[in-house]
Nanobody, 114 residues
Framework: VQLQASGGGLVQVGGSLRLSCVAA????????MGWYRQAPMKQRELVAS???????NYRDSVKGRFIISRDNAKSTLYLQMNSLKPDDTAVYYC?????????WGQGTQVTVSS
C-alpha cells in the first residue's frame, strides 16, 4: 500500500496550497495520520499529525499557518498551508504515525519562491 499525496506546486511567498492524500487503508479512521516533508539535503520531518479523534499537533515552524484535517468517509487526509515561506520548500508525504516503510509514496513537491 502506498499513500499518494497530491496538490503541490510552485507558489510565491505568502501564498497557499492545499495538499490531499488518498489513503487506501482499511479502517483509515482508526489510524493516527501525519504529514511529513523532506527538503533537499535534510532528513524527513513530521510537519503535522492528527489522531483518530481529530486532535492535532504541529511542529513549531508551521503552527498558525498549516491546518491538518481528515475525512474518514473518503479516507483522505488534507494539509492546508497558508503564509508559505521558502523554508517550506520540500517534498511532502502522508503516512501513518509512526510512518510505515511500505506506505511511503512519491510525495508531492512544494516549492515556495521568494
Amino acid at each position: 500500500v502506498q499513500l499518494q499525496a497530491s496538490g503541490g506546486g510552485l507558489v510565491q511567498v505568502g501564498g497557499s496550497l492545499r495538499l490531499s492524500c488518498v489513503a487506501a487503508l482499511n479502517g483509515f479512521g482508526d489510524y493516527y495520520m501525519g504529514w511529513y516533508r523532506q527538503a533537499p539535503m535534510k532528513q524527513r520531518e513530521l510537519v503535522a499529525s492528527i489522531s483518530r479523534g481529530g486532535d492535532t499537533n504541529y511542529r513549531d515552524s508551521v503552527k498558525g499557518r498549516f491546518i491538518i484535517s481528515r475525512d474518514n468517509a473518503k479516507s483522505t487526509l488534507y494539509l492546508q498551508m497558508n503564509s508559505l515561506k521558502p523554508d517550506d520548500t520540500a517534498v511532502y508525504y502522508c503516512n501513518t504515525l509512526p510512518g510505515r516503510d511500505d506506505y511511503w509514496g512519491q510525495g508531492t513537491q512544494v516549492t515556495v519562491s521568494s
